[in-house]
């Protein structure tokens, strides 16, 4: 696989084109980042447990018949991935309120919420990605409504897939979220599904298994990221 020009750099992946315009390759690096950028760091071994869970997960969305951006692994740290047209939005799926939900509403943290709360970011660094609603999208021409519909059809089975997968691991899916993206008219899971993406709780004691370890500087996040990560991918 020739890997031709860098096309884009993200604060963890970086993204290049390939011989073929359909194809990109896409590289997880070692760097973590929170709080809109502002705490960074190079964690060794992070980029490819993110590109190994990543690979995992939609390895399993497409048997379960969801459409993602992953044609196949290259090496531990990356995948080549169908090039998308990028839809700007970051879908967020909560099962139990955490994080922002509860740092902006009166809601308590652990709170279970049934059904599952859709929000949707602009995907905008420079304005911080504001919180939109469907007004908002239609005439920022982000999405149809159609498309938007689809969204958060296609969000939701993610959702239902992965909250059974990681129940029989033991795993509470917290939140995650989703970015997508259009190929000849077909709308694609995209981006990455892993430990920064997603808040996960271990059933039995509440510990959490994901970047909230590294926004709280409590724990080492690599031993929990690589604990996790076996935990998700270990045979039956
Ligand atoms: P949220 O609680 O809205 O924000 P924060 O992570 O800043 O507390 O996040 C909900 C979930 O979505 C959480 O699992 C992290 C993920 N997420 C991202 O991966 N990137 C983002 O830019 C945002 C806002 C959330």
Known sequence: MKQLKLLYAGKAKSVYRTENPGELVIKFRDDITAFDGQKKDTLAEKGHLNAGVSAFFFGLLEKNGINTHLIRKIDDTTMLAHHLAMIPLEVIVRNIAAGSMVKNYP??????????????????????????????????????PEELHELK??????????????????????????EFGKKDGVIYVGDEIS????????????????KDVYRTGQGDVITQYHHVASRIMAEE
């Open 195 to 210: 430990m920064d993406s997603m808040r996960l709780w271990d059933k039995k004691t509440g510990e959490s298994l994901d």
């Open 153 to 178: 059809r296609i969000a939701l089975e993610v959702n239902t897939v992965l909250r059974e997968y990681l129940a029989g691991r033991g795993i509470d899916l917290v939140d995650f979220k989703l």
């Open 107 to 144: 809601v308590e943290k652990g709170t279970p919420l049934n059904p599952p709360v859709i929000v949707i970011d602009f995907k905008d660094d420079t304005r911080h990605d504001p919180m939109l609603n469907d007004d908002l999208i239609y005439a920022l021409k982000l999405a149809s």
